[in-house]
Nanobody, 117 residues
């Protein structure tokens, strides 16, 4: 089992920045992928960014050049630096952890990001 705890959400004005953090605990595997997804009201959950244990990253087109995902492997923590935020970035952001030995995927409870003036 893996537990994920997100932090860092909040209210920010358009053009502002926020940094999300997600700490994983429990049975952590050496080969895994951590990531961020988001779900806006009335919409399906969508990929924001992922990062493998080896450091390979993947971004949704909507956030490329504005968001940066990173991880601290010894701390089992993944970060999402969000710059130049737009109202359309408003959503609940979920942390995810995927391991490949048992092919399991885990989710955090989510943290709300609101971009509004």
């Amino acid at each position: 089992q893996v537990q994920l705890v997100e932090s860092g959400g909040g209210l920010v004005q358009p053009g502002g920045s926020l940094r999300l953090s997600c700490a994983a605990s429990g049975t952590i595997f050496s080969i895994d992928t951590m990531g961020w997804y988001r779900q806006a009201p009335g919409k399906q959950r969508e990929l924001v960014a992922t990062i493998t244990s080896g450091g390979s990253t993947n971004y949704a087109d909507a956030v490329k050049d504005r968001f940066t995902i990173s991880r601290d492997n010894p701390k089992n923590t993944v970060y999402l630096q969000m710059n130049s935020l737009k109202p359309e970035d408003t959503a609940v952001y979920y942390c995810s952890y995927r391991e490949y030995k048992y092919n399991m995927n885990y989710w955090g409870k989510g943290t709300l990001v609101t971009v509004s003036s």
